[in-house]
């Protein structure tokens, strides 16, 4: 990972994205109120943080044999894009996909969106995980599918327990930065 734009996306995410407070006063998706909260669309819809993030995810997979990047929308459809991007930049095709929460009611009925295929290799891309709840539910959804899902990628990790869990459905997991990296930084300023 090129560490000049890890450095950079820290710098963004804390800029656009984190919030903390004494106090637990931010309620997550699971239920749970937290100290700090951290909106990653703020940076995954910014040019700077689409081209940080894009790059730095590409990088990670650049080797990979893989057809495709994608995930649950709407956290994972910027990110996706920006990877593809990324990668035909470089003059590798790696196409992006979008998975809906639940099948289309109509049409062909499908929960998973773009230029993907059964039999395709996948890396499920996920902007936070806390429980990992979603990024499971991305994981099932793929593979019913007919798609290999080849690992995970999740732009933050909480680190709350949902990396464990995924690590239950996926023998790869990987994360740009932590909690506790931007913590770190946090602090610094």
Not at 176 to 187: F, G, N
């Amino acid at each position: 990972m090129h560490q000049d734009y890890k450095k950079r996306l820290i710098a963004l995410l804390l800029k656009k994205s984190f919030k903390y407070s004494e106090e637990p006063t931010f309620k997550l998706a699971s239920g749970k109120m937290s100290n700090y909260y951290i909106d990653c669309r703020k940076v995954t819809h910014h040019p700077e943080g689409k081209f940080l993030i894009g790059n730095i995810i590409y990088n990670m997979i650049k080797d990979l044999p893989i057809q495709s990047v994608g995930g649950l929308t709407m956290g994972a459809d910027p990110i996706a894009c920006s990877v593809s991007y990324a990668a035909y930049s470089d003059k590798h095709n790696i196409a992006s996909f979008s998975i809906r929460k639940e099948p289309k009611g109509h049409g062909l009925g499908k929960q998973v969106e773009g230029d993907v295929q059964a039999g395709d290799s996948v890396i499920i891309l996920e902007d936070v995980i806390t429980t990992g709840g979603s990024t499971i539910k991305a994981i099932e959804a793929a593979e019913r599918e007919g798609l290999k899902v080849a690992g995970v990628i999740a732009l933050v990790d909480r680190q709350e327990g949902g990396g464990e869990e995924v690590l239950k459905h996926v023998s790869d997991l990987q994360v740009v930065c932590t909690r506790e990296e931007l913590v770190e930084a946090y602090k610094q300023q």
